[in-house]
């Protein structure tokens, strides 16, 4: 099975950047169609955004198309979360995961999870 550690969260204001790593050891991450998620205080994880294997095919929730970009390295192993142009409702705790059959945005077909990063955005 695949390990994924998630880094790059932290504090910032609206308006602002951060870029989300996930690392994944334990086999090759081109196994995996991976995704973004978040949780926020109170409320139900919801998908953020997904990449197929290669990296051909990106899917993104609504409210994140043209601020939010993913992509990945499978040579680095390594799944990224672009965030630009941040706001107060970005705030949440992000979970990169991974799914071998994974659907591109349904949380229970993911198979591996991280911990999770937190990011907050302040106005």
């Known amino acids: 099975q695949v390990q994924l550690v998630e880094s790059g969260g932290g504090l910032v204001q609206a308006g602002d950047s951060l870029r989300l790593s996930c690392a994944a050891s334990?086999?090759?991450?081109?196994?995996?169609?991976m995704a973004w998620f978040r949780q926020a205080p109170g409320k139900e994880r919801e998908f953020v955004a997904s990449?197929?294997?290669?990296?051909?095919?990106?899917y993104y929730r609504d409210s994140v198309k043209g601020r939010f970009t993913v992509s990945r390295d499978n040579v680095k192993n390594t799944v990224y979360l672009q965030m630009n142009s941040l706001k107060p409702e970005d705030t949440a705790v992000y979970y990169c995961?991974?799914?071998?059959?994974?659907?591109?945005?349904?949380?229970?077909?993911?198979?591996?999870w991280g911990q999770g990063t937190q990011v907050t955005v302040s106005s």
């Open positions: 334990g086999r090759a991450l081109s196994m995996y169609r």
């Open positions: 995961a991974g799914g071998v059959d994974a659907a591109p945005s349904a949380p229970s077909s993911f198979d591996y």
């Open positions: 990449i197929s294997r290669y990296g051909r095919s990106t």
